[in-house]
């Protein structure tokens, strides 16, 4: 059995930015519902889930037990939900154990999810549910195997206990693990209270672990939400390209490294809606897929205020300055957005140079889509078919219900295509590996938490966790995975109490 190193560098900041806490245990009996063997990888944790299983780290995952050396706390942040500053939030369900250090794969923060109350619990009962557990689990590790930055899922373990939500669910815990769980409401929260010395040690703490390359830059703290900035952007951009809707982007669930944060009523694009609406609590829409840019923005310049005061160069002579230089990052964000996602839909459409009529190519596309409602998913990996010498005729041309719009825009595809001299088949292997055959339907989470809740089958989790860590592989025997949605599906509601 592998035992590895714990400490907590978070914990040696001052109390202000946390509390201790323990995890509470449940009181049934606990398994290992799955185990992530690539994760554990980059803690340099070698047993799988059968070792694991009859070790101390069973104890640990399931909060039973504490590590040594592991000094475990809760977070405390704010953040602006649905447009509203909440002064006071925090880890409510999550408990940070401890981090470990990988020579090569560096520092790991490793938090437990529903591991009972802690003091910004508020109405909560610090408790996750078997369902929403395992749509992060799987969800997490679908965006890794697509190339999206996001949290790692580490393990999850099931119990008998009862958790009341709509109705009495299992609860469950995940183990989640992120180089860190710095939020932007992180740092509102000191803003807020005039703390901005608090801010300071933040914000250092921050470059000194994960942006050393920006430390001894002039203006630091300048330099810092710049990167942020970009990283947002792209991180935004990869979602719009894949088409994956967040459903709460509260600025206390963006990440200051860029990752994709807290999943909850998330939902993966099927019939194509630039207004879709993952969340059935978002009444408003203030999270539609396509609203996702902009709000990454207005999240953007929620860390700005709480950043000002470092952006400061002539210690409160002149704040305009610091609102300057704040709006100047603020103003490029979307230009990187638009390139990112620029890059990312010529790839989608096998593009290997650049060319002027290459945005409104995508964006027609989008509208046949949206006027046909096709799958988005379905629709981009069949493209990959597409042969540039020909009239399109089956494949994707059969998605579309309007075949005479399709053929005028096929046609257009074709000519772009011959224009860079594209060859179909190099074209067809490059498309598949940026168009994924296999994303996260809800349906396919749902069958898989229906088997768990029902029969604690959990084989369909981990069919799913295979097939997701490499989406754009054929699978020829999960072929059924990657077709059309069941009628069914259109009845799965996901809102944010999980
Ligand atoms: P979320 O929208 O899931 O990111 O959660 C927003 C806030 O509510 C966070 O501070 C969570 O920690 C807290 N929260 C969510 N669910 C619970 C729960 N069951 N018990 C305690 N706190 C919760
Ligand atoms: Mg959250």
Not at 435 to 460: T, V
Request: glycine share 8%.
């Amino acid at each position: 059995m592998t035992l590895l190193n714990w400490s907590n560098s978070f914990a040696k900041l001052p109390d202000a930015f946390y509390s201790r806490v323990k995890p509470t245990a449940f009181h049934s009996p606990v398994r290992l519902i799955h185990f992530n063997a690539a994760a554990a990888g980059l803690l340099g944790l070698t047993d799988d889930a059968e070792r694991i299983g009859k070790s101390p780290w069973l104890e640990w995952l399931s909060g039973r037990a504490l590590p040594e050396n592991a000094d475990p706390l809760a977070m405390i942040y704010a953040g602006h939900q649905f447009g509203h500053f909440v002064p006071q939030l925090g880890d409510g369900r999550a408990i940070m154990l401890g981090e470990i250090t990988h020579p090569e794969h560096g520092k790991w923060e490793l938090q437990l999810k529903g591991s009972g109350l802690t003091p910004y619990s508020r109405a909560g009962d610090g408790r996750a549910v078997l369902r929403s557990t395992i749509r992060e689990y799987l969800c997490s590790e679908a965006m890794h195997g697509l190339g999206i930055p996001t949290t790692r899922a580490l393990a999850m373990i099931g119990s008998d206990d009862d958790v009341y939500r709509e109705r009495i669910e299992p609860g469950a815990m995940l183990t989640r693990m992120a180089p860190s769980h710095v939020r932007f409401g992180s740092f509102e929260v000191f803003f807020y209270r005039d703390q901005y010395g608090h801010i300071r040690t933040l914000a250092d703490y921050v470059l000194q672990h994960h942006y050393p390359a920006l430390v001894h830059s002039p203006h630091r703290y300048l330099a810092l939400f710049s990167e942020v900035m970009k990283r947002t952007a792209r991180l935004i951009a990869q979602w719009q390209a894949v088409g994956f809707s967040h459903g709460v982007m509260n600025s206390d669930n963006m990440s200051i490294l860029g990752l994709t944060l807290d999943y909850g009523p998330f939902g993966f694009m099927e019939a194509y809606q630039p207004g879709f609406i993952c969340n059935h609590s978002d009444h408003a829409g203030r999270y539609a897929f396509d609203k996702q840019p902009e709000i990454g923005l207005f999240n953007l310049s929620c860390l700005a205020q709480a950043l000002l005061p470092l952006f400061d160069l002539t210690d409160g002579e002149n704040i305009d300055l610091a609102v300057a230089a704040a709006r100047d990052v603020l103003g490029q964000y979307q230009a990187v957005y638009l390139e990112e996602y620029a890059a990312l839909m010529r790839a989608k459409l096998g593009f290997q140079e650049s060319m002027p009529e290459d945005q409104d190519l995508v964006q027609d596309l989008l509208n046949l889509m949206a006027a046909d409602q096709v799958d988005y998913t379905i629709v981009f990996r069949a493209l990959g078919d597409f042969r540039s010498h020909q009239h399109a005729t089956g494949g994707v041309r059969d998605l579309f219900m309007n075949r005479p719009a399709f053929d005028e825009w096929a046609r257009r595809y074709g000519a772009r295509l011959r224009q860079e001299h594209s060859d179909d088949v190099t074209r067809r292997l490059r498309m598949h590996k940026v168009n994924p055959k296999y994303i996260l339907r809800n349906y396919l989470a749902e069958i898989a938490i229906r088997k768990a809740e029902d029969e604690q089958d959990y084989r369909e989790i981990d069919t799913l966790f295979r097939i997701l860590q490499d989406p754009c592989a054929e699978w020829p025997e999960y072929a059924n995975y990657a077709g059309h949605p069941p009628e069914w599906a259109g009845q799965i509601a996901v809102s944010c109490s999980s």
